[in-house]
């Protein structure tokens, strides 16, 4: 599906399915072995070793949300406390939603300027 606003930060970012949950900790957490692969499979992109937290937003919001890399989440899973899945604008989960994946490089400038 072509997605003009993507297209413009497609260098930055890449498109996940994943399944929505809620959590009852205030930690979000997504599958470390699903990044890990989609990470695999970046041309040109390493990320560092140490790298436990990605930068994740739908096409509609303006911010991010941190999500710790974790063995204990599903596959394709993302579980996120009730006010994170707001500022993401999802109000419905369980649900499959369509979320941008910063890439290593764009997440440490994030980190730097914007979180």
Known sequence: M???TFERFSSAYDHIDVMVEPSAD???R???PFIED???W???VT???QTDTVYLRTPESNGHITAELSFDVELETLRAP???LRR???RDAPSQELLWLARPGHSEQLERFYV
């Open 47 to 49: 990320p560092s070793e």
């Open 26 to 28: 205030g930690q979000a």
């Open 88 to 90: 993401l604008g999802i």
């Open 82 to 84: 009730e006010q994170t």
């Open 30 to 32: 997504i599958s470390r």
């Open 42 to 44: 970046m041309d040109g």
């Open 38 to 40: 989609i990470w695999y």
């Open 2 to 4: 072509y997605n003009a």
